[in-house]
Nanobody, 121 residues
Framework: VQLIESGGGLVQAGDSLSLSCVASGLTFGENHMAWFRQEPGKDRDFVAAVTENGDRTNYADSVKGRFTVSRENAKNTVYLQMTNLKPEDTAVYYC???????????????WGQGTQVTVSS
């Protein structure tokens, strides 16, 4: 199984950025997908999740109203659209896949390598 994230970069506060994660080696449409993020020296935190068919989403309170998670099963891809970015959004962003829908890191089986998002003030 491979999950490959892309789209990270350096932006200014208030800017938008879109992350993508392409999955292979698994039945994408049978897996719920999530985004987590990790700051240096801190635990990996839940950001957003979407069910296997995209009919339900869940967000961390810190990103509600600013981030949108979506997926295209035909392309084995999950997205994270981030708007009104803040310096505290700076982190390495990871996508994850699991047959069970949840917000807990330990519940997710497959992980990408991460992509860095840096928001300057």
């Amino acid at each position: 199984v491979q999950l490959i994230e892309s789209g990270g970069g350096l932006v200014q506060a208030g800017d938008s950025l879109s992350l993508s994660c392409v999955a292979s080696g698994l039945t994408f449409g049978e897996n719920h997908m999530a985004w987590f993020r990790q700051e240096p020296g801190k635990d990996r935190d839940f950001v957003a999740a979407v069910t296997e068919n995209g009919d339900r989403t869940n967000y961390a309170d810190s990103v509600k109203g600013r981030f949108t998670v979506s997926r295209e099963n035909a392309k084995n891809t999950v997205y994270l659209q981030m708007t009104n970015l803040k310096p505290e959004d700076t982190a390495v962003y990871y996508c994850a896949a699991n047959p069970v829908f949840g917000m807990v890191e330990s519940e997710y089986t497959y992980w990408g390598q991460g992509t860095q998002v840096t928001v300057s003030s």
